[in-house]
């Protein structure tokens, strides 16, 4: 109210000297209004502004400018220049519609933004979070409808690069620092040590995707690390400049310092067109000979495809030979696969097999789901597997929304990633999926369904469709919510149950091909066989 009043009864200047960087009052003549403002650049009759308050920028005239008195000074500028942290426009500029999009989504909201790093040119990065925290996931959803695309890969397609691999897990799942960041690297390192070698650093509240930093076990130094997982006091965080990971106490994990917010140094790659050449998991043989191919030597790296991984090829600069050529001569890979289209494998079940299984998901009494209880470990497996991928930067908004498309997707209950199919593609950039390994569905928004790496392909699907073989709902009606429940309330309460395959067939629906049994499903109590089918009666 002050400056409107000062600068509607004060005269222009009868000379007009503004350079660039003067503070002054200015009118904005979409409102009528004079603001504080910056001149940015100056024209013969005019000069250019930013609002400082606010943000916006204008052009004015030299009649409509006033120098800033110093009363109106003693008030820093409100409006703070901001960039969001890991994406950048998809073209060379956001598009009309993006920004569209953008504006509609973000002006005038009131929101919570977590600074990650204030830059030397006053610009400060921020992630828009909740209230924990936890960064919300409508900059998922631009990265989705392609106006933004995740940044910190500084790789461009076919371009080649020197490398050295700092972490190999398998031939499509390891990590590549580029030679020309050695320095960057060994700056950042020491940085580092001299920060956190003092005691006294606050600790952090850990949750998949937070920044971090903590010590390695194996040699005490402090990295920089992403939490991957949450474990009860334990978080497992992977080095996110090396790329290999451990599990680690909580309360080992400390706040990381603004000055140590850029991107990571590690990218995850990943060997182009490579599968195992036997069966569908990479044997400790093949881990070992790709391990000794690749390690502590360098590396030419032919970029193929951006993505998460990022698709390469790899030549030993040493020899000049191509690292998939050894591998194909060794008989330790095959080519071809990663063209073909993503499809689920069935469990092979047979007529009059038995097995001990567990419900996981029930809709009637001729429509659950059982996952074998011989399986466990390999369910586990796929979890933290799961949970590690998909908590760490590499994934990719899911593109083909076709029901049968498999994903990956973020059930809503525990927020944990399951391997997952579109089963309906609903409106609101919603689609219905299903998870695979439990047999349970739900409709999730587009920001929590992603792609899903070929990898996590190669383990059978691991929920069985069931029904109760010859049990029917009474004549002329269908199954009562109250019969799922019974059936679920005696399978939760009897543990692990015995199934017998009686008859199976194979399914197609909503898109994609499964299979379903007829059963006979049973459990011991007090030595005496408890026929489920009975209790339903």
């Known amino acids: 109210e002050y ?33 504080r403002a910056r001149v940015t650049a100056v024209q013969r009759h005019s000069v250019d502004v930013v609002f400082v308050d606010y943000g916006n920028c204008d052009t004015v005239t030299n009649d409509k400018v006033r120098p800033l008195k110093p009363q109106f000074s003693k008030l820093p500028a409100q409006a703070v220049e901001c960039k969001l942290r890991g994406v950048e426009p998809a073209g060379s500029q956001l598009s009309d519609e993006g920004f569209a999009a953008m504006s509609e989504a973000l002006l005038d909201q009131e929101f919570t933004a977590k600074v990650t790093e204030k830059g030397d040119n006053s610009v400060v990065t921020i992630e828009i979070v909740d209230d924990s925290g936890r960064p919300l996931g409508i900059i998922d959803e631009f990265v989705h409808q392609k106006f933004l695309h995740k940044s910190g890969c500084s790789l461009a397609e076919g371009e080649v690069y020197d490398v050295y691999i700092a972490c190999v897990a398998d031939p499509r799942d390891f990590w590549i620092q580029l030679e020309s960041n050695t320095e960057k690297l060994d700056a950042l390192m020491e940085r580092v040590e001299e920060l956190y070698s003092h005691p006294g650093h606050p600790s952090v509240t850990a949750y998949p995707g937070c920044l971090c930093c903590t010590q390695y076990s194996q040699d005490g130094s402090w990295y920089r690390a992403e939490v991957v997982q949450v474990q009860g006091t334990k978080a497992r965080v992977r080095f996110i400049d090396y790329g290999n990971s451990e599990v680690v106490e909580m309360s080992e994990l400390k706040q990381l310092d603004s000055s140590l917010s850029s991107e990571p140094l590690a990218v995850c790659c990943a060997l182009a067109g490579v599968e195992p050449a036997t069966g569908s998991q990479w044997s400790k043989d093949v881990l070992q000979e790709f391990s000794q191919m690749v390690l502590d030597k360098p590396l030419k790296c032919t970029v193929k495809k951006i993505g998460k991984p990022v698709t390469v090829t790899l030549v030993d600069s040493s020899t000049g030979h191509q690292v998939i050529d050894e591998m194909l001569a060794r008989k330790l890979v095959c080519m071809g696969v990663g063209d073909k289209p993503l499809q689920y494998v069935c469990l092979n079940l047979t007529e ?17 789901w059982c996952q074998l209880a011989g399986n466990s470990d390999d369910i586990d497996g796929l979890m933290a597997s799961l949970a590690d991928y998909y908590a760490s930067s590499r994934h990719t908004p899911l593109k083909n929304l ?136």
């Open 3 to 35: 400056i409107q009043a000062d600068a509607a009864a004060s005269a222009p200047p009868l000379t007009s000297h503004w350079s660039r960087g003067d503070d002054c009052v200015a009118l904005f003549v979409a409102t009528n209004a004079w603001y």
């Open 352 to 368: 009059n097999q038995q097995e001990e299984m567990y419900v996981t998901s029930v809709e009637t009494p001729s429509r659950f």
């Open 402 to 537: 076709q029901p049968g498309t498999p994903c990956c997707g973020q059930y809503t209950e525990d927020d944990a990633w399951y391997r997952a199919v579109v089963t309906v593609t609903e409106p609101g950039n919603k689609v219905k999926v299903q998870y695979v390994d439990y047999g349970n569905q739900e409709t999730l928004p587009l920001s929590r369904v992603m792609d899903l790496d070929r990898k996590f392909m190669r383990l059978p699907v691991q929920a069985v469709s069931c029904e109760i073989n010859g049990l029917q709902p009474h004549a002329g009606s269908k199954w009562s919510p109250e019969a799922a429940r019974k059936l679920e309330d005696i399978t939760t309460a009897a543990g692990s149950v015995t199934v017998v395959v009686k008859a199976i067939q194979e399914e197609n629906s909503n898109g994609w091909s499964n299979k379903h049994a007829k059963v006979d499903i049973y459990f011991v109590r007090g030595g005496v066989k408890v026929s489920v089918a009975d209790g339903l009666i």
